[in-house]
Every structure is written in C-alpha cells, then in structure tokens.
C-alpha cells in the first residue's frame, strides 16, 4: 500500500527526551500515564496477545504433537514450496527494483510520476484480485487456457500460478526502498567513477550497489516476508492440492479447518518466527543505516 | 523525452524497457482481464452480478467495517504514535520493533490467532461471552481483524511528522500564553492531520481488499458477515467467472480511485511538512 | 594540452543553456568560467568533461576532436561541487579508484598504487586521513581529496566545477592560495567555474566571463577587469557607479553637467551610460571649477584603510526619475583633508569612466 510498510529511515529514532525535559513540550503527567497506559493497552491486546497466542496454541498439545506437525509429508512439502516461491519471486522482484530504481532516479523521462504510481498499484488491489487476474488470463476459461490446455502446460492450480501471484503481490518491494534513497543520492558519484574511467559495469557493482546495498536488502526481507506469507492471492491460483500445491499459510487453513488446531499453530508458529526474524532484520538495518547517517558527520 | 537524447550514465534504455515490459506482464496486462471480461457483460447481467442483495451486503460488511476500523486505528494509532516519540518508557524500541507486526505476519496466522483469542472458549471470549458480547463469527469479529491488519498504517504515518516536528512551534505557543491544551490542539493537531489522514485513508484501503486475517473470524455467514474479497471467492469456486469478475472490478475500481486519493494525501503530507518545519 | 570548443549549443526543454560558444584554452593555463548562477558556465564544464552531449558543436582535446568520446575516454579530471567522493570507501580507496578500474592490462600493481596514492594524498597533504571514510572529513579535506582522486588517473586536463562553492569564507581563501600553487607545479590545464568575481580574480590566469549561454569577455584576468567589454562584464566584476547621459565628444552630457568619458563606438549625441568603479570616483569642493555633479554625503563608513562614502545626487539623470545614489572609496588618510561630514554638498567627479551604448531596462 502506497506509503506505508515503513520506507527505510535514515534519520535514527530521536530521542524522546528532548521533548520531556522542555517546559513547553512537556505534557501533564496525568495526561502522560493515560496516553501511555491507553495505547500501551491497546498494543497488548491487538498485537502481543494475537503474537502469544500463535505460540501457546502450538505448544499446548505438547512438544511431539508439535514436531510431528512439522515433520509430516504434507507440511514438508509445503514448507519445501513456500521456500521455491520465495526463491523464484524475490530474486525476480529485487531485478525489477534495480531496474526500476536505476530508470526512475538516474534519468529525466516523461511521466516519470505516473510509473511510481503504477509500480505501487499490486499494493492497492485486494489479494483476492490479484489471484483473480491469473485465472482469467492462465485458466480454464481465461485468454491462455486452450492453449496451455493443449499444450499440456498447468499454471493455474501449479506452481508457476502461485508464483506468478506471489510476483504480482510482493512487486513493489524493492523498488519503493530503493527509489526515495537512489532520488536522495544522486548521480554524481556515479558520474565521478565513468570520469575516471570506470565502465557501467564497474560503476554499478563498485559505486551503486554498495550505496543502496541496506534499502536494498531492506526490501528483499519485506519482500520475502509478504512472499512467504501471502494467502489470499495464492489461495485463488493454487487449487490445494495437497502435497503439491499447498504453501505453509494454505496448510495452516487446511489443518485449521479439519479442526487439527494444534498442529495448524504449530505451522502458524513458524510463519509467526519468520515475521520475528524479519522485524529484527529490520530494526537492525534501520539501527545500521542510522548509525552511519550519523558518525562523524561534520562537514 | 524517452528516445533520441544521448544520456551520459548507461542503462537507461534497458532498465526503463526491463521496467516497463515486467510490469506490463505482471500487473498491467493481468489487471486490465478484468475490465475486459467485465466488458463482454450485458449490462443487465453486470447490473445483476454487482447489485445482488447478498453481494451489496458484503459491501456494506466490508466498506463499513474497514471505515470503522481505520477511525479506531486513527484514535489509537494516534496514542502510539505519541508515546513512541515523546515519551521515553521501558521497553519503548521493543514495541517500536512490534508495531509492523501486522506487516510481517501472514495474514492467515493472524486470522486463526485472532479467532483463537476470541472465540467462545478463547482467551478472551471466555469472559467476554458471559457479558453478551460475542466476537469471533461476527461482524465484530471482522472489525477486530481489520484493527489488527491497520494498525501500522496509521502509526507509520503519523510517526516521523511528528518527529519532524520542531519544538519551536509548541515553545511559540507556550511563550503567547497558551495552555499545553490549547496547544496540543489548535497547533499540533492541525500539523498532524494530513498525515492522520493519510494513514486512515491507507489502513482504509488496505481493510477494504483484506481477505487472509477476517474469514476464519468472520464465522462467513451470507447476509451477515461475509466480505466483499470472499464473495469473489465463493462465485470462482461456484465457475461464476463472470459474476466474480463483476466484483472485482467494482473493487478495482474503488481501490483506484482511493489511490488517487491517497497520492493527493501524501503530497499534501509533504507540502505541510515542509510548511511546518 | 589545449582545450578548444566550437559553436557548441546546448538547450533544456525551451531554455537555452549555451548559444554557439566557441574558445580556446592555451595549455597550463589555469582559467576561470565565470558568471552569474544560469549562465552556462557548469554547462560548459559538464560538456568539456563529457558528462553531457552538446545540441551541436565541437569539443577539442588537444588536437584530437573529443566530441563523440565518452566520458570515460577523456581522461579528463572533474572535480565535483559537492565532491562526490564514494561516501562507502575510504580516502585511499577513493583516490586509487580510478586505477583499480583501469583494463587489467593498463592497471598498475598493487604495489604502484599504493605508491601513486601515497603520493597524491602526500601532494594534497592529507596523508594522514588515509583510513578515514569521507562523511569523518571537513568540507576542505573532502575537497583536496576530491582533487587528489581526480589527478590518480593522470588526466590530460583538470575541470572543476565550483570548487569552493560549498566551504565557508576562511577555508575557500586557504584552498584558493593552494589551489594556485599547485598549478604553478603541475602546469596542467586547468578550467574552473565560479560565480565569485573575487576568486576568479585571484586565482585565475585568465577569466571567461559568461552571461546568458554566450560569452561576454575573454582575458587575462586584470585585463578584463580594467577594461571591461561591456558594461555587464564591467558590473559583474565589481561595485559600479552608473552615469546614463549622452555622448558630446570627450563629454557625457548629464542633465546640465558633464564628465569627461572615454566613448569608444558611441555616436556623437547618442544615448550612453558610463560607469565607474568606487574607487574611481573623485569627491571635490563644492566651490571646485571643472567637471562634476553636485551631490549630498549621505553616510561615511570607514573599514579599515579604505573609507567607503554614500552619496546622494543632486539632480535626476536621463530616464532615472529619482535622485541617484553613488559609492565613493576614498584611502582613509586622504579623508581627513576632504573633511567629509553627513550633509555636506560636493561636487562629485571621476577619473575614469567608461561609456557603453545605453540599454533600456
């Protein structure tokens, strides 16, 4: 969604106590504690106890019941395909965004406004909808399906459907991290290697990429996160085919719905790990890129 | 200016057609199937596909959940913003960290979690359902998903504006006699209302299209709590492609222009911001 | 080597930036582009280096005609305004850059380029911040290093655009003197843009001066600011006094006064305007036979040796409809014997004063 899932800041967090020691920013500390003990309340009950809960239902039928969720042929499979997914499309969406970053930055273009807008369009269509799309295009009944039909190739209710979904939900990634940093950065630098005699080549791999090397992998972890992740754009094209066609989030819908509560946690369970791990990912580059933002900074 | 010009940096030709030529096959190409196919409908079956009483329900279930979520988030996400910038607390850069949970989780997983919680034997049903409030398999229950998923989206917006906000503007408002009331009111409040805005009309549309965290809360009864992405669901695996199609592009085309109005928002966000500071 | 560029036109959208520029460059000179923000002169500079294409025209590098080489086949050395150093490596690393990249047959050894950037950073006298990465650096580091970077490649000329456009007053006068003194030992030919007349005067050999995307004046730099070739190369250059009146002769005729003028290619009787620097201007009694306007001390300042003296004229001059304002620069040991004081009526003169055809504004 346009805006949102935090662009990369290079600013660093400032520090809340500026505003507490000033006299004018100061708020009333009655005010201060019912703010505070509000919104902390709210945090509780909307993100930790949903957070908790993933965890403690997994574990309540206890730890076997937990390991062989895992480890049974269908839940492997299914992590074995959520990780195909992920490696197909978020390599093909980094490409994108370098491209993309690299044309809308570095280059004066017509409608220049107009493509940023499109780029972030995958993020303002409902998942379902971007399922929709490759049946009407791959399926039965869409503009390929005789074709595919005869030619004996399967994309919907396959893998390269569930891809191409993926694809289309997780496109803007990568390329909306990199925009606003390659915009801030200029061209100069890279104008600087080619006088001295720097080819492309040698400009983008030494000059370019080590600049946006954190926005970059920044959005490669969004990227993989959503990748992973998504449901309802893949619940449409994949057909859950068990064993074949199911991702972890469709197994934990089947589990779930075969009321096998435990061992549907327990697959949520690694998919709520993955979000951890993205999120400290994310806090340490954040931390990283303010860090460098800041030392030494004296001109 | 596309073509003849010779530019001096190289790739230009070829990242701009990669970027291009991909984004036609993924996204252009694809979503225009819809209007197409919504096109080869007479208008009265179109007519009948998007204005069937149980479809208008789910419009009314998701716009008017979704609307009613991003305001609680506006409220709220409001309150975090505020604390996670000028207060300092234990624990404040963990729940700084957490707050993109929403981003980062499947929604599938937050659906069952949300369920679990609220059902009537959940972790919170349990006491709830004894007062009469009955959550999980309600149209409240779609709220509450819709809460979860558009939390960040309003805390995310409304954060670095009010970081970005100088001191200065608050020390003028005291040294003219204002009351830290007045204040917060009538100087930062306005400062902040783009970016409010913003994040409500973002949460907003992000509610609208959500699909993953609200169907197992949502209990999916027609008339009564059945969302609009559902219903696109249910008609393909009924091979009503057309009805589905009809939908969707219904959708679509509330989310474009929602985005139109988003992209208004924003640039109105920056242009303050940059007033204000 | 000798720069030479030929009627180069160069537009943006409607905007003319060039308009059929044509120079040439001796070789180890050390020249100035010089004029106001948007009058071409980084234009100019971006399309010697090659870092933009000319509309049309010619760009020579010494004898070889350099106008469809890409920038990377120049071997010209650019210096950035705001430096460009590559903020992810080292000082070292960013001077030996340009040797790094070179074709495997061409690159020196690790060995060699260690010594050459040694040497550099040793010529620029910053070896000691070797290790440091440049966001640890002051803005007059970052820039010697910038020019240390940009001499590694041994370039067969050295651009600069805007070098002191970013550092505050007291460094840009020591980077200027150093700037100076290293040309004096490279001997490489060196073109500079700047906006600042004062810098121009300073450092250069030689001053192109642009206005508008063409050139106004070419010189040695004292020649072009003692005689002006126009009267915008005469006011960008320095304070000036303005005088509109009409030619009569050796005469500016101005509103029942005169002045004597030097009016090379001015009809007899046509419209003028004359111009005359503050220092130029003479201030004498009242009561003073000869040429001159009256006029009213308005404001008399003294800064240090030079004593600066506002003035009001006493009569309104062709197509002004107002009374003129003048600035005098009197050395402050001859101020005791004009015995200046606010309010007092003088007749104001100058010795020298140039006449160009008048323009309408």
């Known amino acids: 969604m346009a805006g949102a899932s935090g662009t990369l800041d290079l600013r660093g967090r400032s520090a809340s106590a500026r505003f507490e020691e000033n006299p004018a920013t100061r708020d009333n500390p009655w005010a201060r504690r019912i703010i505070l003990a509000t919104s902390l309340a709210f945090f509780a009950l909307f993100l930790v106890m949903p957070l908790a809960a993933v965890f403690v239902e997994a574990l309540r039928r206890g730890l076997s019941v937990y390991v062989a969720a895992l480890t049974e042929p269908d839940a492997l499979s299914a992590i074995k395909l959520t990780l195909i997914v992920a490696a197909v499309s978020v390599p093909m969406n980094l490409v994108f965004g370098i491209a993309a970053a690299w044309a809308i930055t570095k280059f004066d273009f017509k409608g220049k406004q107009f493509l940023i807008t499109l780029i972030d369009l995958p993020f303002s269509v409902s998942p379902v909808i971007a ?50 940093l390659m915009q801030a950065q200029g061209t100069e630098e890279e104008e600087a290697a080619l006088t001295l005699g720097a080819t492309g080549w040698q400009m983008f791999r030494r000059v370019t990429l080590p600049n946006i090397k ?6 490669v972890i969004l990227c993989n996160a959503r990748a992973m992740g998504e449901f309802g754009a893949v619940s449409v094209v994949s057909g859950h085919i068990r064993g074949l066609t199911n991702t972890m989030p469709l197994h934990v819908e089947i589990l779930y719905n075969e009321y096998q509560f435990a061992a549907a946690f327990a697959v949520a369970s690694l998919l709520a790990l993955l979000a951890l791990l993205t999120l400290a990912l994310k806090s340490y580059i954040e931390w990283r890129t303010a860090q460098q933002g800041t030392v030494g900074d004296t001109p | 200016m596309v073509g003849v010009q010779r530019r001096i940096l190289p790739g230009f030709g070829l990242s701009l057609g990669f970027t291009l030529a991909y984004l036609s096959l993924i996204v252009l190409i694809p979503l225009s199937a819809v209007f197409l196919k919504t096109a080869t409908m007479s208008a009265g079956a179109l007519w009948e596909a998007i204005s069937a009483p149980r479809v208008v329900a789910t419009y009314r279930l998701s716009f008017g959940a979704s609307l009613l979520a991003a305001a609680v988030n506006v409220v709220f996400g409001l309150m975090l913003a505020w604390s996670l910038v000028r207060y300092s607390f234990p624990g404040r850069k963990l729940v700084d960290a957490l707050i993109d949970l929403p981003f980062a989780l499947p929604t599938a997983v937050a659906g069952i979690s949300l369920t679990a919680l609220y059902a009537k034997n959940g972790w919170l049903g349990q006491y709830l359902e004894p007062l009469g409030i009955k959550i999980a398999f309600t149209p409240t229950g779609v709220l509450v998903a819709l809460i979860f998923i558009g939390l960040p989206f309003v805390v995310r917006t409304v954060q670095p504006v009010l970081e970005d906000l100088e001191a200065e503007v608050e020390e003028a408002a005291a040294s003219l006699g204002a009351s830290r009331w007045q204040t917060v009111i009538r100087v930062v409040l306005p400062a902040l209302l783009p970016a409010l805005l913003t994040g409500f009309a973002l949460a907003f549309a992000r509610a609208v299209g959500e699909y993953g965290s609200v169907i197992f809360i949502a209990g999916n009864l027609p008339m009564v709590s059945e969302i609009t992405p559902l219903i696109i669901i249910t008609k393909l695996e009924q091979y009503d492609y057309a009805g589905a199609t009809a939908v969707a592009s219904v959708m679509l085309v509330f989310s474009f222009v929602l985005l139109l109005l988003i992209n208004l928002l924003q640039e109105w966000t920056r242009r303050s911001a940059r007033k204000v500071s | 080597m000798s720069i030479a560029v030929r009627d180069i036109t160069k537009r943006f959208g409607p905007f003319t930036a ?5 120079l040439d460059f001796a070789p180890g000179k050390l020249i100035a582009l010089l004029g106001p923000s948007g009058c071409g002169k980084t234009t100019l500079l971006r399309i010697i280096a090659g870092l933009e294409w000319a509309d049309s025209g010619r760009v020579l590098l010494g004898d070889q005609d350099a106008s469809d080489r890409h920038v990377r086949e120049r071997q010209v050395g650019f210096v950035f305004q705001h430096y460009a150093l590559f903020r992810h490596m080292t000082v070292f690393e960013n001077v030996a850059f340009g040797l790094r990249v070179k074709p495997r047959v061409a690159r020196p050894s690790e060995a060699q380029i260690r010594k050459r950037v040694d040497d550099l950073l040793e010529l620029v006298q910053l070896g000691w911040l070797a290790s440091r990465y440049p966001t640890q650096l002051s803005g007059g580091q970052r820039q010697r290093i910038a020019l240390a970077r940009a001499l590694a490649v041994e370039p067969r000329v050295l651009l600069l655009d805007e070098p002191f456009g970013a550092l505050d007053a007291q460094v840009r006068k020591e980077l200027r003197g150093w700037l100076r003194r290293l040309h004096s030992e490279l001997h490489l030919t060196s073109i500079f843009v700047t906006h600042d007349q004062d810098e121009a005067l300073d450092v250069a050999d030689e001053i192109v001066l642009m206005n508008k995307g063409r050139v106004e004046q070419v010189g040695a730099a004292q020649d072009v600011y003692e005689t002006p070739a126009t009267e915008f190369a005469c006011s960008f250059l320095g304070a000036v006094n303005r005088f509109p009146g009409r030619i009569r002769g050796d005469e500016l005729e101005l509103a029942g006064d005169w002045l004597p003028v030097v009016a090379h290619g001015i009809g007899e009787g046509e419209k003028a305007i004359a111009l005359a620097r503050p220092h130029e201007l003479q201030i ?35 197509g002004t409809g107002s009374y003129p304002t003048f600035e005098a620069e009197v050395p402050r040991d001859r101020l005791g014997g004009l015995d200046l004081k606010v309010g007092k009526h003088v007749r104001l003169s100058a010795n020298r004063l140039r006449a160009f055809p008048y323009q309408s504004l």
């Open chain 1, 131 to 180: 399922g929709l799309v490759f049946v009407l295009v791959f399926g039965a009944q869409g503009w390929f399906g005789p074709w595919l039909r005869e030619n004996d190739i399967k994309v919907i209710f396959a893998v390269p459907g569930i891809v191409l979904a993926t694809v289309f939900v997780t496109f803007p990634f990568v390329a909306r991290e990199l925009i606003p």
């Open chain 1, 214 to 219: 954190w926005a970059l992998l920044y959005g």
């Open chain 3, 18 to 22: 060039l308009d059929g520029v044509s």
């Open chain 3, 284 to 318: 004498l009694s009242i009561d003073s036979a000869g040429p001159g306007l009256r006029a009213r001390v308005e404001r008399v300042l003294i800064n240090g040796p030079v004593a600066r003296i506002e003035l009001k004229g006493e009569t309104i001059l062709n």
